[in-house]
C-alpha cells in the first residue's frame, strides 16, 4: 500500500467532517458556510479517487504493448 492511499483516506475523512460541520450550520445560509459544503464535497472526493487510482495502480499488471499478444 502506498502513502496515496493513506493521504487518499485522511483526505476523505477531512472532507466527511467538513460536510458535516457545514451541514449541521447550513440554515445560516451564510456564504462561509456554503463554501465549506463545496469544499468539503471536493475534498471527500479527491480523497476517494485518489486512494481508488493508487489501489488500481497497485493491484493492476503491467501491461507489455511489445508483446505478440497485444492486440488493438
Same mark, same amino acid.
Given at each position: &500500500? !502506498?502513502y496515496?492511499?493513506? =493521504?487518499g483516506i485522511?483526505?476523505?475523512?477531512?472532507?466527511?467532517?467538513l460536510?458535516? =460541520?457545514?451541514?449541521?450550520r447550513?440554515?445560516?445560509?451564510?456564504?462561509?458556510?456554503?463554501? &465549506?459544503? =463545496?469544499g468539503? &464535497? &471536493?475534498?471527500?472526493?479527491?480523497?476517494?479517487v485518489?486512494?481508488?487510482? !493508487?489501489?488500481?495502480?497497485?493491484w493492476?499488471e503491467?501491461i507489455d504493448?511489445? !508483446?505478440e499478444?497485444?492486440?488493438?
Open positions: &500500500m !502506498s496515496f492511499v493513506a =493521504i485522511v483526505a476523505a475523512v477531512a472532507g466527511v467532517v460536510l458535516a =460541520i457545514a451541514i449541521r447550513l440554515q445560516a445560509q451564510e456564504p462561509k458556510h456554503v463554501a &465549506m459544503l =463545496i468539503g &464535497m &471536493m475534498l471527500t472526493a479527491f480523497g476517494i485518489i486512494a481508488g487510482f !493508487s489501489l488500481a495502480y497497485d493492476a503491467p504493448f511489445n !508483446s499478444g497485444a492486440t488493438r
